[in-house]
């Protein structure tokens, strides 16, 4: 197996991972804490559990009260996904790969959770005292966060390929083909 196809199938897997987890947890909120029912559960002086339905996409945007509404959410999301699969599936470097598989794995929860209750399930509550620098979030969207701001730095900071790895770039090109 080429470094090519090994790098896929790892974010294949991590997207895979951040799906269950993200379904894990809020099987768990949903399930035996009742959060749905409770509303607020807290844990730590500086983090919360509490219940937030997210009828929109990022930050509430566009939110879609009807199912048609969330149909189209749904649909959107989705294209969405599988343009970051097939970007995903092109990209040789692992740390490339690592940050689409995130926003993969948590887009996918997300896109789930809208499909069968018509909005997302956040919980996380993040605080320090009264002041809540992010708003109430999941697995998903932390994961998503951070699959951007790794693409973000890459983007800024990682300088062009250099001609070892165009070399090596071609030899996975031979190696695949073969």
């Not at 470094?3 to 991972?17: C, D, E, S, V």
């Not at 708003?135 to 990682?158: E, H, K, P, Y």
């Amino acid at each position: 197996m080429s470094t090519t196809h090994r790098n896929r199938a790892i974010g294949l897997a991590l997207a895979l991972i951040i799906f269950l987890l993200d379904q894990a947890i809020k099987a768990l909120v949903t399930g035996p804490l009742r959060l749905d029912e409770v509303g607020h559960i807290p844990l730590l002086p500086f983090f919360d559990l509490t219940w937030t339905e997210n009828r929109g996409v990022s930050l509430g945007l566009f939110s879609a009260q009807s199912r048609e509404g969330q149909l189209v959410l749904v649909g959107l999301t989705s294209l969405i996904a599988a343009v970051v699969t097939v970007w995903m599936l092109r990209e040789r470097l692992l740390g490339d790969i690592t940050a689409l598989a995130l926003i993969l794995g948590g887009a996918i929860g997300n896109i789930r959770d809208r499909y069968l209750y018509g909005y997302v399930i956040d919980y996380a509550d993040l605080h320090i005292g009264g002041v809540r620098p992010f708003l109430i979030f999941n697995v998903a969207d932390a994961a998503i966060s951070i699959g951007v701001v790794i693409i973000l730095v890459r983007s800024l900071f990682m300088s062009e390929k250099p001609a070892e790895t165009q070399a090596n770039r071609k030899a996975d090109d031979s190696a695949e083909i073969s």
